[in-house]
């Protein structure tokens, strides 16, 4: 099974930036896809941004759309996530993990799968 840990997350006023990151215990399985999800207090996750592992297209949930960036660096088997102009409303728990790419397209409507273990996490809190 592969293992993901999550970092980079913090406190952050509004209109700032962070990157976060996620380590991927293997790299190499074809027709996946690694997403960051995200779940604030007393809502169910959310998908926020996904790249695919064969080709790089990459697709982001409506409200993150011109202010996240997500990106990969396959020798290092790392995914980023990099969150500009950040919101209070971003303040969530952040998550990573892989999929069948072909559920990507549905990350654009806030789609999470419910059937990968997810890690910790790491925090982002926006302040206003």
């Known amino acids: 099974e592969v293992q993901f840990v999550e970092s980079g997350g913090g406190l952050v006023q509004a209109g700032g930036s962070l990157r976060l990151s996620c380590v991927a215990s293997e790299f190499t399985f074809d027709d996946y896809a690694i997403g960051w999800f995200r779940q604030a207090p007393g809502k169910e996750r959310e998908g926020v941004s996904c790249?695919?592992?064969?080709?790089?297209?990459?697709y982001y949930e409506d409200s993150v759309k011109g202010r996240f960036t997500i990106s990969k660096d396959n020798a290092k088997k790392t995914v980023y996530l990099q969150m500009n102009s950040l919101k209070p409303e971003d303040t969530a728990v952040y998550f990573c993990?892989?999929?069948?790419?072909?559920?990507?397209?549905?990350?654009?409507?806030?789609?999470?799968?419910?059937?990968?273990?997810w890690g910790q996490g790491t925090q982002v809190t926006v302040s206003s």
């Open positions: 790249i695919s592992l064969s080709d790089d297209r990459t």
């Open positions: 993990a892989a999929f069948p790419a072909h559920y990507a397209p549905g990350l654009s409507t806030g789609w999470a799968p419910s059937f990968v273990s």
